[in-house]
């Protein structure tokens, strides 16, 4: 299979450069290709996590959200708002109310990043038309907490694919460039102005269900794009610093990266000078690490930082990634 593909990627590539009547050379032709295999390896990786962020999402609406009257906050909360209380078709509502936001995310993000959504969107919408899925529960807590589970599960796959189907991100992002305010502050700002909608259109219950359907659905978006193995960037200053680089390239399995650095302070006539041992790890690997540096140094100087993605080089793959 792989096989094949590569050389239609190349027949593709081949014809192109024929089309515009260009000579190209052996090396050039490979590095074309070679070029050309990632751009489709990563297109097959994105379609792949936006589709299953699509059946997610269309799950926890359909198997626990619409059945039951639940909203969530977000264009997907103002969707189920308005097909609830005009009985409108909910697939038509998704795409009409996230049209605004794909506009804003075309000029405010990228063009590639507006056709991916808009594509996610309409697909989001014929799976929740068309798709049959199973009433899961009548029970209001467990559909709060698992449709916003599912839900958010979809969105953050939808993410990690390059996507969006629910805008409001997108619009934050739009509100932050031309205000003071911060992506969060506008998110919150927005979910408050449903939830308050919500009480008054249905009642002050299914607000504060649906406040516990958004923060279920949150912090799923939250764990699927961040990810448990949220790294740390890891500086140690130490005048033992070649046992802690053998210790953390031996030990622990990690590279790390050395700078020439100089120590200065007043009991000191003047600089030393010293390596400085930077790292990243991730926050399940921080007591290990914290527990070999003191064995080897008490007083070493640790700082540490959070970082929300790594990639190459020799670090461990996050999950999803």
């Known amino acids: 299979m792989k096989l094949i593909f590569k050389n239609l990627i190349s027949e593709v590539v081949k014809r192109r450069f024929e089309k515009k009547q260009k000579r190209i050379t052996v090396k050039q032709l490979e590095k074309e290709i070679s ?33 039951n009257m639940f909203i969530d906050g977000g264009a997907m909360g103002v969707s189920l708002i308005i097909a609830e209380a005009t009985q409108l078709p909910l697939s038509i509502l998704i795409v009409v109310v996230n049209i605004p936001f794909v506009i804003m995310g075309f000029s405010t993000i990228s063009r590639r990043f507006a056709l991916r959504s808009i594509i996610a969107i ?15 529960t009548d029970d209001k807590l467990l559909i709060a907490i698992f449709g916003g589970f599912f839900l958010g599960l979809g969105i953050g796959l939808s993410i990690r694919g390059g996507s969006v189907i629910d805008g409001t991100e997108v619009l934050a992002i739009f509100f932050s460039k031309k205000t003071a305010l911060t992506i969060g502050d506008i998110i919150l700002i927005l979910n408050v102005l ?27 978006v939250d764990f699927v794009v961040s990810g448990i193995e949220e790294y740390l960037g890891v500086t140690i200053i130490s005048d033992k610093n070649e046992e802690i680089k053998k210790t953390l390239t031996e030990k622990l399995g990690h590279t790390c990266t050395v700078y020439a650095g100089k120590k200065e302070h007043a009991q000191l006539d003047q600089p030393v000078e010293i390596d400085i041992i930077y790292t990243l790890i991730t926050r399940l690997e921080l007591a290990k690490l914290q527990t ?9 100087f640790i700082v540490m930082h959070s970082i929300k993605d790594a990639k190459g080089g020799m670090i461990k793959k996050r999950p999803l990634h």
Do not use: C, N, Q, R
């Open 35 to 67: 070029v050309k295999e990632v751009e489709f390896k990563h297109i097959v990786h994105d379609f792949f996590f936006i589709l299953l962020g699509i059946l997610s999402a269309s799950f926890g609406l359909k198997g626990f959200l619409l059945p």
């Open 122 to 136: 309409i697909l989001l919408a014929v799976s929740v038309h068309f798709i049959p899925f199973p009433l899961i």
């Open 194 to 220: 449903i939830f308050g909608f919500a009480a008054f259109v249905f009642s002050i219950e299914i607000s504060l269900y649906a406040m516990l359907t958004y923060l279920a659905a949150s912090k799923t």
């Open 292 to 300: 070999e540096i003191e064995k080897i140094d008490k007083d070493a």
